[in-house]
């Protein structure tokens, strides 16, 4: 039986995901800050931005499980508000979660995929990598972070049969928009986008695709025998990111200020 950790397994995407690899016959450990219960899956507490509580869960789930198989690196928050009034400390607080999280996650699971031979690391990052969305700035950084750090990793480790992937979802229709930090510093002095913009993302994801859809794709993903560095998930997001690689930038850039911060 094979062995799969995610991280964020007990709510949203994560969940979802967790319960999909469940029921497709692997042994499914989830990571969350509380550990809270899962039908069907081992749910385990750790706090992913303390890498010495990573590498004993790590080490722990090796011990009993004999490797590790699959890691699907899905923990995360998002901050919204103006570049301008979003204070350096909560900046480094969704970068520890975000893209840190994932470092101490892979710290500790790469030198025992490489000793066993092989294994697969799928990074959840996000459409709003390619696409910066304004008023969501710090979270479009910390993901476009994840796409490049994923697409070297996966050069590094491909020779010891390490898969390395990232899969863009869009807007979800999960507790994530609750979650969201909201930072409306600000608004006053520019003239109301930034609660208008963030209406206008809260609105566009609880109307959005279901995590169950999403994590349907994600697992296909993970299960494959070889996958491509980057996936955006649904015809939609492949389309918007194709189209922003291949408009020129400034008119990419108008289309996104007319839908989010205009």
């Known amino acids: 039986m094979k062995t799969a950790i995610v991280t964020g397994g007990t709510s949203g995407l994560g969940l979802a995901a967790a319960q999909t690899l469940a029921e497709k016959g692997l042994r ?36 009993e499980a004999g490797r590790i198989d699959l ?6 928050f998002g901050i919204s508000g103006a570049v ?37 690391i799928v990074h959840v990052s996000s459409v709003a990598a390619p696409i910066a969305i304004p008023f969501q700035a710090y979270y479009s950084a910390a993901k476009a972070a994840i796409n490049a750090y994923s697409g070297a990793l996966r050069c590094e480790v491909a020779p010891f049969g390490i898969d390395v992937c990232a899969v863009m979802p869009g807007d979800l229709k999960t507790g994530f928009t609750a979650a969201r930090e909201k930072n409306v510093r600000g608004d006053a002095e520019y003239g ?16 959005g695709m279901p995590p169950e859809k ?5 697992c296909r ?9 980057l996936y955006a998930i649904g015809p939609q997001y492949s389309a918007a990111v194709l189209l922003s690689r291949l408009l020129p930038c400034r008119l ?10 205009a």
């Open 214 to 218: 999403a994590a349907a794709f994600l």
């Open 28 to 63: 499914v450990y989830a990571l969350s800050r509380h550990g809270a219960p899962v039908p069907g899956v081992t749910s385990l507490a750790c706090d992913i931005t303390d890498a010495d509580a990573v590498e004993r869960t790590i080490a722990s789930i090796e011990a």
């Open 192 to 207: 109301g986008r930034i609660s208008r913009s963030v209406s206008r993302m809260e609105h566009d994801e609880q109307t």
């Open 84 to 120: 301008e009034c979003t204070t350096p400390e909560e900046v480094r607080r969704l970068f520890d979660v975000d893209f840190f999280g994932v470092v101490n996650v892979n710290h500790a699971v790469l030198p025992r995929m490489r000793r066993a031979g092989g294994g697969r």
């Open 221 to 229: 993903v993970a299960l494959r025998c070889r996958t491509k560095p």
């Open 252 to 261: 990419v850039s108008w289309i996104v200020s007319r839908l989010y911060a």
């Open 71 to 76: 890691v699907v690196n899905n923990a995360g």
